[in-house]
């Protein structure tokens, strides 16, 4: 069984237009994370989510909206998608509450033309 | 920014231990070291995390010095699949800390 899917696998999608990135874990972990790994490979966080609720938001534009209806899932909607949103995207999952590790889900890569 | 620095990259030959080093000279007392790992274009993988013992699980081993200014990642018997990225990170106790990744070491694992 898969902890943490993301879908779609790859994205292919013209500036201007607005796309959403899914991400479910079956791990019952109450923490979940989008990271963005750029062209050079860094990856950084963009948001966390602990119990469906918002507690960290890096400097993302507003133009990228995380919605959790529920504790397993963390989606990504973008609004407005520019050429350097272009990046795969990594969805995680964790226990709160201690030093516990991350578990990544396989990656989106978004291609904006 | 991260607050490890690890060597860009690393060669092992196939079946030798792989000895991965990474300083953190402003690790703060509550932090813990992490470990992980890359292969190709994947999520990143957990291997193994330590506060200041010597930890060892069934992927690898880490080794923190007495100071905790250093680590060593060690993989005792390094096969090809281990090529990957490897990304030391110094994290904070809570379970809602974002892992803050540097540039990795990658390691290339030859034949």
């Known amino acids: 069984d898969t902890a943490v899917s993301q879908t779609p696998k790859y994205l292919v999608t013209q500036m201007g237009n607005d796309k959403s990135i899914k991400c479910e874990q079956n791990?019952?972990?109450?923490?979940m994370y989008w990271y963005k790994q750029d062209s050079k490979k860094f990856l950084k966080i963009m948001f966390s989510?602990?119990?469906?609720?918002?507690?960290i938001n890096e400097t993302v534009p507003n133009r990228f909206s995380p919605k959790s209806p529920d504790k397993a899932h963390l989606n990504l909607h973008i609004n407005s998608l520019e050429l350097g949103d272009s990046a795969v995207y990594f969805c995680?999952?964790?226990?709160?509450?201690?030093?516990?590790?991350?578990?990544f889900g396989p990656g989106t890569r978004l291609t904006v033309t | 920014d991260a607050k490890t620095t690890q060597p860009p990259s690393m060669d092992c030959a196939e079946g030798r231990a792989a000895n991965l080093p990474c300083n953190h000279s402003?690790?703060?007392?509550?932090?813990?070291v992490y470990w992980y790992r890359q292969i190709h274009s994947q999520g990143p993988q957990y291997i193994i995390h330590?506060?200041?013992n010597n930890e060892t699980n069934e992927m690898a081993s880490l080794i923190i010095t007495e100071d905790r200014k250093s680590s060593t990642l060690i993989l005792p018997h390094a096969t090809l699949r281990d090529t990957a990225v490897y990304y030391c990170?110094?994290?904070?106790?809570?379970?809602?800390?974002?892992?803050?990744f540097g540039k990795g070491t990658r390691l290339s694992v030859i034949a």
């Open positions: 791990l019952g972990h109450d923490t």
């Open positions: 402003t690790i703060s007392g509550n932090e813990y």
């Open positions: 990170i110094v994290s904070g106790y809570s379970g809602n800390t974002p892992l803050v």
């Open positions: 330590g506060l200041k």
């Open positions: 995680a999952s964790s226990l709160a509450g201690g030093n516990y590790e991350q578990y």
């Open positions: 989510y602990n119990n469906k609720e918002l507690i």
